[in-house]
């Protein structure tokens, strides 16, 4: 939608909901870039009160009439337990306009989308963590939204977005991009290429560990000496070779050659750290290699230098509120206190775990959720 026809449609839609008072202006609101949010302010005897006004961006959400039936599923399932916890509905969860003709939504004259709803005041959005109590208090709302949200009967929702978590789908359709290559560039991304099929390859147990093993050095190969593994410290690596040898150290570890998975874990770990010290943030790598390492290290009971790489890895992980590998490093550090001493670590160790089960079942991590829920008795009860 261009920005003329966007702008009409803003104002056709400004009239289109069915709000009293006076209207006084209509503003650009946020950073988002996804739709368009604008915030309206009306007079009603003497008092301003704002609503905010978005353009459903319909090249992402292509049937935005099940996107709000789901929402409203949502936002009407949850008034009713922030009610009957003596909450404030229109304060706790997004609380909708209707338009004048009693849907949900505004259609203007371009057949585009709106939706309204009450402005929560004297509340304001993070754009980034300040310190740790803003990222607990997130962590806090996080959690409370999927507890409230427990029995919620999720088969009422529609599907808005086709095949969005179908990852086989998603693999074929890279399959089929690699194959047209119609931008030609696939011949400088080769290592990525050969990574991902290899990783995909294993993951659905279709090749071996040892395959695997042999597929990553070959996709490592591309770019990287395999003579460097030989030295005692490794030159400087980009994040995909990092990750790959990541790998190759964690196939180790699972075929039981602890020896070796350490020897290159260690190394990476060196690069990785000084990396993190520099940046006083991470990266995807750190978190992940790092995060592998501290596997191992539990593994083979050297529990405090798990705890030290947790430690510092989710520290630099909150510096860049990174919500991804959060579960994964709080789920490392439950571990690690537990091992070294579970009666002294007690509260620690369960609130750190309780933390990691509600970010898996936010960033939907099936396989975490999983274990998580069988480790619950021995981190979440008294022994």
């Avoid at 302010?41 to 959400?61: I, W």
């Avoid at 998975?261 to 000084?274: A, G, I, P, R, T």
Wanted: proline fraction near 2%; glycine fraction near 4%.
């Amino acid at each position: 939608m261009n920005r003329e026809n966007l702008q009409i449609g803003r104002q056709e839609a400004i009239w289109g909901f069915d709000i009293d008072g006076t209207f006084l202006e209509c503003t650009p609101c946020g950073n988002g870039h996804i739709n368009d949010t604008f915030m309206m302010s009306f007079d009603r005897d003497g008092e301003t009160h704002r609503y905010s006004l978005q353009h459903m961006n319909r090249s992402v959400f292509r049937d935005p009439v099940s996107l709000m039936n789901n929402i409203l599923h949502v936002t009407d399932y949850l008034k009713e337990q922030i009610r009957a916890q003596g909450g404030d509905p229109q304060r706790e969860t997004l609380d909708f306009v209707c338009a004048k003709s009693g849907e949900p939504y505004f259609i203007d004259s371009f057949g585009e989308y709106w939706r309204a709803y009450h402005f929560v005041e004297d509340a304001y959005a993070l754009e980034e963590v300040k310190d740790p109590q803003d990222f607990y208090q997130s962590a806090v709302a996080f959690g409370n939204f999927q507890r409230m949200l427990a029995d919620f009967p999720a088969d009422t929702l529609t599907e808005t977005i086709a095949g969005f978590h179908d990852t086989k789908a998603r693999f074929a359709a890279f399959e089929k991009a690699v194959e047209e290559d119609v931008c030609g560039r696939a011949a400088g991304v080769q290592q990525e290429i050969r990574f991902i099929e290899a990783m995909y390859d294993l993951e659905v147990n279709k090749i071996t560990a040892c395959e695997a093993e042999k597929e990553y050095y070959e996709a490592l190969s591309y770019t990287f000496e395999l003579s460097w593994l030989s030295l005692e410290e490794l030159p400087f690596i980009r994040s995909e070779e990092g990750i790959i040898i990541s790998n190759i150290a964690d196939i180790y570890h699972d075929m039981g050659n602890l020896k070796k998975s350490e020897e290159l874990f260690e190394k990476l770990s060196s690069v990785y750290q000084k990396k993190q010290m520099f940046l006083k943030i991470n990266s995807s790598a750190s978190a992940i290699i790092l995060g592998q390492y501290s596997r191992l290290l539990g593994d083979i009971m050297n529990y405090k230098k798990a705890l030290y790489i947790d430690s510092v890895n989710l520290q630099y992980e909150l510096n860049d509120f990174n919500l991804i590998h959060i579960e994964n490093l709080l789920y490392n550090q439950a571990w690690a206190y537990y091992e070294i001493d579970r009666e002294q670590n007690n509260k620690k160790i369960q609130r750190k775990f309780w933390v990691a089960q509600r970010f898996a079942e936010f960033n939907r991590k099936e396989e975490l959720i999983n274990l998580l829920k069988m480790r619950e008795n021995k981190y979440m009860k008294d022994d």
